[in-house]
């Protein structure tokens, strides 16, 4: 082969193996871009990174600003346009989308959030209604800016750490350095991909409060604050971690015996959503109410009218058992730490927030006294350099570098005067001093400038020293320049449970068909027994003795041969039934009372032995424990001695339900004849008073009023000086200002020391208290008149200390009863004293009467509180 075919036949291989190699590496692309990947794999890796994104960069709130990442980048934009004027709510949304990349609509939603919090932004124009749930106006319409507590307490470039933005064109904080407990100030909700966080808003003040206890090494505790109000029981609060709850309720007032007034709401309800539950209750029939007036404005007004002859205190327990009035909350208390979801009480929040102030505070210090200690350095390097003339060493200068040399070497005498060494950058600045400067350069105004630095540097090195005592100091001026009107909204009370059964409206009809053994509401042809629920139970007794509790249906079959139909009411002790029965088919004739507080729904009991063949052959339901007597006729035998005899049930004491009884007769039963309808054994009902829950009992919580027997009243007074008389019913509501709350004597005598705001001076009356239901002000109708002490003491003395231009004059001792006599609670009194009163004390009374103490069973186990006494609220100045 020539030697030039060979070279061609080379190049042609060579050429070859290039080509393959290209198609080798194009396939080896194919089957990258080709391979298979299985969809469990792409489910895993794809939605954990998307619920990890969801978590912490969208619901969840970071633990130290307490802010979600659409809140902070619409206040770091804020903060950037802030001019001091207002700025188009359109315009904010706009500028924030340069750091938020989820659109404008969650930004505007965000925005009005905030603004609504009253915290954070200073808004102006119709941002909407937190009452009554209406919304904002358009963005273009409405306009905010930064309030002065945001501007004082979130934003400080200089502690704060940054990150560039979602596109990298800019930088945003990965957390504002808030000094303060924000989280809790506001409260937040928010729901992430298996997760949640619910954090509530506290007050401002308290947070204050409870951060300086903490800083102090003392112990605080945090409960929530609602800006709608309303009523919370926190006994089950947990701190705000997983597991707790709370129970918020709408205030609601008796305006008078036919209207209820709503002027709070419980949290996270509107005004609309609050009558929208309550008109879904009528419908159902469990509220008799007449019709809703929604007078919402400024401050919360529902009107409720009711029919005539409903009890509006069973409306309002109503109203909390099957409404919106009454809600539970469970908080779930989740943040971010650490770029991490935790679970935080907040109690450790709060020691998390305060913890973090103190080195928001201590890195601020030291910023300020590195900034203080460069002024200090650069001022005293210029005083020298002009005072010792060093800038005529380098008039022969020729090159700059000598120029920094003859500088510096100008400077070594007075290199150990100054704080630290001489830098290169520090001789080039002093090198850029005008000549105009050096010539009025006044040594004086220098030294007094450089004096000035040293003394705030010292007292900056004071603080940082005392950097607790510091962090005390600043949330006491946050409380003093921002806390005034933000006391608490929400009223901290332990509220009872409510029985549905015993509130709810009887919107039903109870039928029974005694043969067949049914009983229910639509049996409409059968025989009516008693108005109903459809939430009721019904107790039925049949005459072999057995008896069932079950829920009032439409219709339900109970067992045949029925004698007894009746609402069942639970833990009832005072219904005690009164029974005869036979013992088998030829036993003795039993005879037992009993109440039946409690039993199993649909579970069959027998109220006699359970000797088949038993039967009952008297039964009475007595509401009150009212025991009859019966006359009871034998069948005649021979040798019987008494064939008819009578029998008092009182002489029966009252058992449990499951007691066999006693024996009434060996002897066959002809009949048994009511002969005395009887009177109760259970004697008067005792009555307590829970100061707590502002209710009454009969279970020995609170207060003991006494024994109350038929239409015996209770007398309560208020601190507003207004008195009423009320029955001894245990739904009945008090109003939340009482005072005295005891079982009304007609001829007490009660004397009262008030403010008179018509004549401005201190009025003294005694009086007896009229019976009236209707509240009723004892102290005139001028709502600036003060009730001062009131007292059933029968011989009270006063002692006067006097103010103002009187402050010296000596002392004066009032014998009351002396002093002015008993007249109706309209008369004014007797003026106190012509001067100006400072202080009215309560003395001990000189002439004690002596009166038999009641006489109380030990095992009655009742603290008796009605022990005479004087209430003292403030004392007034004239």
Same mark, same amino acid.
């Given at each position: 082969?020539?030697?030039?075919?060979?070279?061609?036949?080379?190049?042609?291989?060579?050429?070859?193996?290039?080509?393959?190699?290209?198609?080798?590496?194009?396939?080896?692309?194919?089957?990258?871009?080709?391979?298979?990947?299985?969809?469990?794999?792409?489910?895993?890796?794809?939605?954990?990174?998307?619920?990890?994104?969801?978590?912490?960069?969208?619901?969840?709130?970071?633990?130290?600003?307490?802010?979600?990442?659409?809140?902070?980048?619409?206040?770091?934009?804020?903060?950037?346009?802030?001019?001091?004027?207002?700025?188009?709510?359109?315009?904010?949304?706009?500028?924030?989308?340069?750091?938020?990349?989820?659109?404008?609509?969650?930004?505007?939603?965000?925005?009005?959030?905030?603004?609504?919090?009253?915290?954070?932004?200073?808004?102006?124009?119709?941002?909407?209604?937190?009452?009554?749930?209406?919304?904002?106006?358009?963005?273009?319409?409405?306009?905010?800016?930064?309030?002065?507590?945001?501007?004082?307490?979130?934003?400080?470039?200089?502690?704060?750490?940054?990150?560039?933005?979602?596109?990298? *064109?800019?930088?945003?904080?990965?957390?504002?350095?808030?000094?303060?407990?924000?989280?809790?100030?506001?409260?937040?909700?928010?729901?992430?991909?298996?997760?949640?966080?619910?954090?509530?808003?506290?007050?401002?003040?308290?947070?204050?409060?409870?951060?300086?206890?903490?800083?102090?090494?003392?112990?605080?505790?945090?409960?929530?604050?609602?800006?709608?109000?309303?009523?919370?029981?926190?006994?089950?609060?947990?701190?705000?971690?997983?597991?707790?709850?709370?129970?918020?309720?709408?205030?609601?007032?008796?305006?008078?015996?036919?209207?209820?007034?709503?002027?709070?709401?419980?949290?996270?309800?509107?005004?609309?959503?609050?009558?929208?539950?309550?008109?879904?209750?009528?419908?159902?029939?469990?509220?008799?109410?007449?019709?809703?007036?929604?007078?919402?404005?400024?401050?919360?007004?529902?009107?409720?009218?009711?029919?005539?002859?409903?009890?509006?205190?069973?409306?309002?327990?109503?109203?909390?058992?099957?409404?919106?009035?009454?809600?539970?909350?469970?908080?779930?208390?989740?943040?971010?730490?650490?770029?991490?979801?935790?679970?935080?009480?907040? =109690?450790?929040?709060?020691?998390?927030?305060?913890?973090?102030?103190?080195?928001?505070?201590?890195?601020?210090?030291?910023?300020?006294?590195?900034?203080?200690?460069?002024?200090?350095?650069?001022?005293?390097?210029?005083?020298?350099?002009?005072?010792?003339?060093?800038?005529?060493?380098?008039?022969?200068?020729?090159?700059?570098? =000598?120029?920094?040399?003859?500088?510096?070497?100008?400077?070594?005498?007075?290199?150990?005067?100054?704080?630290?060494?001489?830098?290169?950058?520090?001789?080039?600045?002093?090198?850029?001093?005008?000549?105009?400067?050096?010539?009025?350069?006044?040594?004086?105004?220098?030294?007094?400038?450089?004096?000035?630095?040293?003394?705030?540097?010292?007292?900056?090195?004071?603080?940082?020293?005392?950097?607790?005592?510091?962090?005390?100091?600043?949330?006491?001026?946050?409380?003093?320049?921002?806390?005034?009107?933000?006391?608490?909204?929400?009223?901290?009370?332990?509220?009872? !449970?409510?029985?549905?059964?015993? &509130? &709810?409206?009887?919107?039903?009809?109870?039928?029974?068909? *005694?043969?067949?053994?049914?009983?229910?509401?639509?049996?409409?042809?059968?025989?009516?027994?008693?108005?109903?629920?459809?939430?009721?139970?019904?107790?039925?007794?049949?005459?072999?003795?057995?008896?069932?509790?079950?829920?009032?249906?439409?219709?339900?079959?109970?067992?045949?041969?029925?004698?007894?139909?009746?609402?069942?009411? *639970?833990?009832?002790?005072?219904?005690?039934?009164?029974?005869?029965?036979?013992? #088998?088919?030829?036993?003795?004739?039993?005879?037992?009372?009993?109440?039946?507080?409690?039993?199993?729904?649909?579970?069959?009991? $027998?109220?006699?032995?359970?000797?088949?063949?038993?039967?009952?052959?008297?039964?009475?339901?007595?509401?009150?424990?009212?025991?009859?007597?019966?006359?009871?006729?034998?069948?005649?035998?021979?040798?019987?001695?008494?064939?008819?005899?009578?029998?008092?049930?009182?002489?029966?004491?009252?058992?449990?339900?499951?007691?066999?009884?006693?024996?009434?007769?060996?002897?066959?039963?002809?009949?048994?004849?009511?002969?005395?309808?009887?009177?109760?054994?259970?004697?008067?009902?005792?009555?307590?008073?829970?100061?707590?829950?502002?209710?009454?009992?009969?279970?020995?919580?609170?207060?003991?009023?006494?024994?109350?027997? #038929?239409?015996?009243?209770?007398?309560?007074?208020?601190? !507003?000086?207004?008195?009423?008389?009320?029955?001894?019913?245990?739904?009945?509501?008090?109003?939340?200002?009482?005072?005295?709350?005891?079982?009304? *004597?007609?001829?007490?005598?009660?004397?009262?020391?008030?403010?008179?705001?018509?004549?401005?001076?201190?009025?003294?009356?005694?009086?007896?208290?009229?019976?009236?239901?209707?509240?009723?002000?004892?102290?005139?109708?001028?709502?600036?008149?003060?009730?001062?002490?009131?007292?059933?003491?029968?011989?009270?003395?006063?002692?006067?200390?006097?103010?103002?231009? $009187?402050?010296?004059?000596?002392?004066?001792?009032?014998?009351?009863?002396?002093?002015?006599?008993?007249?109706?609670?309209?008369?004014?009194?007797?003026?106190?004293?012509?001067?100006?009163?400072?202080?009215? $004390?309560?003395?001990?009374?000189?002439?004690?009467?002596?009166?038999?103490?009641?006489?109380?069973?030990?095992?009655?186990?009742?603290?008796?509180?009605?022990?005479?006494?004087? =209430?003292?609220?403030?004392?007034?100045?004239?």
């Amino acid at each position: 082969m020539s030697k030039e075919n060979k070279e061609n036949t080379d190049q042609q291989n060579n050429e070859e193996l290039e080509i393959n190699s290209e198609i080798s590496e194009k396939d080896k692309n194919n089957k990258e871009l080709h391979k298979i990947v299985h969809l469990s794999g792409m489910y895993k890796d794809w939605f954990l990174d998307y619920a990890s994104y969801v978590i912490l960069e969208r619901a969840v709130p970071h633990l130290y600003d307490g802010l979600k990442p659409v809140h902070r980048r619409i206040l770091h934009a804020m903060k950037k346009l802030d001019d001091g004027r207002y700025n188009k709510v359109a315009n904010i949304i706009g500028f924030t989308m340069q750091f938020h990349p989820h659109g404008d609509a969650s930004i505007g939603d965000a925005l009005v959030q905030l603004g609504q919090k009253d915290l954070l932004i200073d808004s102006q124009g119709n941002w909407g209604n937190i009452l009554t749930g209406d919304g904002a106006a358009a963005s273009r319409y409405i306009e905010a800016r930064l309030s002065k507590f945001a501007l004082d307490v979130v934003f400080n470039p200089k502690t704060t750490e940054w990150k560039k933005s979602y596109d990298g *064109r800019n930088e945003e904080p990965v957390s504002l350095p808030v000094k303060f407990p924000l989280l809790l100030a506001q409260g937040v909700e928010g729901i992430a991909v298996g997760l949640a966080s619910k954090i509530l808003p506290h007050n401002f003040n308290e947070l204050i409060d409870a951060a300086i206890a903490f800083l102090k090494g003392k112990s605080f505790e945090l409960f929530p604050d609602f800006l709608t109000g309303g009523i919370a029981d926190f006994s089950k609060y947990n701190d705000g971690i997983r597991g707790g709850s709370i129970k918020v309720r709408a205030k609601i007032e008796k305006e008078d015996k036919k209207t209820l007034k709503i002027t709070e709401l419980p949290y996270g309800r509107t005004t609309q959503s609050l009558i929208d539950s309550i008109v879904k209750v009528i419908e159902k029939g469990k509220i008799k109410i007449r019709k809703i007036d929604d007078n919402t404005a400024e401050f919360v007004e529902i009107l409720i009218h009711l029919h005539s002859g409903t009890s509006p205190d069973q409306t309002i327990d109503a109203l909390y058992a099957f409404t919106d009035c009454e809600m539970s909350i469970s908080p779930n208390s989740c943040v971010i730490e650490n770029s991490k979801p935790v679970f935080l009480g907040v =109690s450790d929040m709060l020691k998390y927030s305060a913890e973090n102030t103190v080195e928001l505070l201590k890195k601020e210090l030291q910023i300020r006294k590195k900034e203080l200690q460069e002024s200090w350095h650069l001022s005293s390097l210029e005083k020298i350099f002009i005072e010792n003339r060093i800038y005529h060493d380098i008039e022969e200068c020729e090159t700059w570098e =000598s120029v920094i040399e003859t500088i510096d070497k100008g400077l070594d005498p007075f290199k150990k005067l100054l704080m630290r060494e001489v830098t290169v950058e520090d001789i080039e600045k002093l090198t850029e001093i005008k000549i105009k400067r050096i010539t009025k350069f006044d040594v004086k105004r220098a030294d007094e400038y450089i004096k000035g630095v040293e003394a705030e540097i010292k007292e900056v090195q004071n603080h940082l020293d005392n950097i607790i005592d510091f962090a005390i100091n600043y949330f006491k001026q946050i409380r003093k320049k921002h806390g005034n009107g933000r006391d608490r909204k929400t009223e901290i009370r332990n509220l009872g !449970s409510i029985a549905a059964t015993q &509130v &709810v409206v009887a919107n039903e009809k109870l039928y029974v068909n *005694r043969e067949e053994g049914f009983i229910g509401t639509g049996l409409k042809k059968d025989e009516y027994v008693s108005e109903c629920s459809d939430i009721d139970e019904i107790l039925v007794f049949l005459r072999d003795g057995k008896y069932v509790i079950t829920k009032a249906d439409d219709k339900v079959f109970v067992g045949k041969d029925i004698i007894h139909v009746a609402v069942f009411k *639970r833990n009832d002790e005072r219904t005690i039934y009164n029974i005869i029965y036979r013992d #088998g088919l030829n036993g003795a004739i039993m005879i037992k009372r009993c109440a039946i507080k409690g039993i199993t729904r649909d579970k069959d009991y $027998n109220i006699t032995k359970g000797t088949k063949g038993s039967k009952i052959l008297y039964m009475t339901t007595n509401l009150n424990g009212e025991a009859e007597v019966v006359k009871v006729y034998l069948r005649p035998r021979p040798r019987l001695k008494k064939p008819i005899f009578e029998f008092d049930f009182s002489e029966l004491a009252i058992k449990g339900r499951q007691s066999i009884g006693n024996i009434l007769t060996k002897y066959p039963l002809h009949k048994i004849v009511l002969k005395d309808e009887g009177v109760s054994t259970l004697g008067g009902r005792k009555i307590w008073f829970e100061e707590e829950v502002l209710r009454l009992n009969a279970d020995g919580r609170g207060n003991y009023l006494g024994e109350f027997h #038929g239409d015996e009243k209770i007398l309560i007074i208020t601190k !507003s000086g207004k008195y009423r008389l009320s029955n001894y019913d245990l739904v009945n509501h008090f109003e939340d200002d009482v005072l005295i709350v005891e079982k009304f *004597r007609p001829e007490k005598i009660f004397s009262a020391v008030y403010y008179d705001a018509d004549l401005e001076y201190y009025y003294v009356k005694r009086f007896i208290i009229d019976p009236i239901d209707k509240l009723t002000s004892f102290i005139g109708e001028n709502e600036e008149s003060r009730l001062m002490k009131i007292t059933e003491v029968e011989f009270p003395r006063l002692e006067v200390s006097f103010g103002g231009t $009187n402050k010296n004059r000596e002392n004066e001792i009032i014998e009351i009863a002396e002093f002015i006599g008993v007249k109706s609670y309209k008369a004014r009194g007797k003026r106190l004293s012509n001067y100006e009163v400072k202080v009215i $004390n309560e003395l001990e009374p000189l002439i004690i009467k002596e009166e038999e103490p009641e006489v109380i069973k030990p095992s009655d186990e009742i603290k008796d509180n009605n022990t005479s006494q004087m =209430s003292l609220f403030e004392n007034g100045k004239k």
